[in-house]
C-alpha cells in the first residue's frame, strides 16, 4: 500500500536508547478494511492516550477482532493507519515529489520487530503446547528481541510470579486449567516489554468460575500504568478499568466516550439496545 501521510502524525520514532514510558501513544484514522464485498471496518477512528485503558464493546460480527488484528498488523489496512509513538506500524515514511511523504509497506522483519512493542493476548491462549509455562514466556524475546536467555528467564520467572503462577513454572499448557493458561499468556505478553497490549475476548474460552481470576490480572494491569485496548462483553469489568468506552457495530464505532457516560447514559439508541441485553 502506498498512500500520503497524514499531517496530524508524528513519524519519528523515539531516539534509540531513550527510555520508553509505561504505555505507548496509540492512534488511528481512517481505518478501512473489507474481505471482497463485505466491509468490516469503515473509516475508524480512535486515540488511546499512554496508561489508558480502552474497552471496545459490540455485537459478534462488528469488527473488534479485526480491530485488533489491524492494530497489530496481523491484517492490511485497505486504507487509513495505525501509529504507535508516533510510529506507522507496517509502514515506513518515504519522499515523494507529489504528495511530500508517502507510506510503502515495510519488510516482514521491520513488521516483526515493530510488533514486539504489541503484545497481544488471544481469546485461545495460543501456547505452545510442547513448551512449558516457563518456556513459553522466554520464547519470543530471545527469538524475537535477540536477549539473553538467563536474564529473559529471571524476568519469565518474575512474571509468572506477578499472575500467581510462580508454581507453574515447569508445567505444560495441558497440565493447566484455562484461567491459568490464559495468564500465562498475559505473563508471555507482557515478556517482551510491550508500549501497548491488546486483549481479544480474553475470558470468552473460560469457564465462569475462571473469569475472575483473569480479570483480576488485567485488572491489576490497567491499574499499574499499561496501555491497554480490551476487546470484551464484561460490562462490568468495563465499568470497573476502562477510561474511554468504544460501542462498534457493523464495522463502524457508533459511540466513544468516557466510560461512565457511555455505559450509563449512552446517547446512541443502538448502545443502549445493546447494553440492555448484556448488563
Not at 56 to 84: C, M, Q, W
Not at 92 to 117: I, K, M
Not at 184 to 200: G, H, N, T
Request: no cysteine; aromatic share 4%.
Amino acid at each position: 500500500m502506498t498512500t500520503t501521510l497524514p499531517r496530524t502524525v508524528r513519524t519519528a520514532p523515539a531516539a534509540p536508547g531513550a527510555p520508553r514510558t509505561t504505555g505507548g501513544h496509540l492512534q488511528i484514522q481512517g481505518l478501512h478494511k473489507s474481505y471482497g464485498t463485505l466491509e468490516v471496518l469503515h473509516d475508524v477512528d480512535l486515540e488511546v492516550r499512554p496508561g489508558e485503558v480502552t474497552v471496545v464493546l459490540g455485537p459478534s460480527g462488528s469488527g473488534k477482532s479485526t480491530l485488533l488484528r489491524l492494530i497489530n498488523h496481523l491484517e492490511r489496512p485497505d486504507r487509513g493507519f495505525v501509529a504507535l509513538d508516533g510510529e506507522v506500524i507496517g509502514y515506513a515514511r518515504r519522499p515523494s515529489r507529489r504528495h511530500g511523504h508517502v507510506l510503502r509497506e515495510l519488510t516482514e522483519r521491520d513488521v516483526l520487530r515493530q510488533r514486539t512493542r504489541i503484545g497481544f493476548v488471544f481469546q485461545n491462549f495460543h501456547l505452545f503446547p510442547h513448551l512449558t509455562a516457563l518456556e513459553n514466556v522466554v520464547e519470543a524475546p530471545v527469538s524475537a528481541q535477540g536477549r539473553r536467555r538467563s536474564e529473559v528467564e529471571a524476568e519469565a520467572r518474575e512474571l509468572l510470579a506477578r499472575v500467581g503462577l510462580a508454581d507453574k513454572a515447569d508445567a505444560r499448557p495441558r497440565q493447566l486449567s484455562g484461567g491459568q493458561q490464559q495468564r500465562v499468556a498475559i505473563a508471555r505478553a507482557l515478556a517482551v516489554r510491550p508500549s501497548l497490549l491488546l486483549f481479544d475476548e480474553p475470558t470468552s474460552a473460560l469457564d465462569p468460575e475462571l473469569v475472575g481470576e483473569v480479570l483480576a490480572v488485567i485488572r491489576d494491569l490497567a491499574h499499574g500504568g499499561t496501555t491497554l485496548v480490551v476487546v470484551t462483553h464484561e460490562v462490568a469489568f468495563a465499568r470497573d478499568v476502562a477510561d474511554t468506552v468504544v460501542f462498534m457495530d457493523a464495522g463502524r464505532v457508533v459511540e466513544q466516550g468516557p466510560a461512565a457516560q457511555v455505559l450509563s447514559a449512552p446517547r446512541h439508541a443502538r448502545t443502549r439496545a445493546f447494553l440492555d441485553k448484556v448488563r
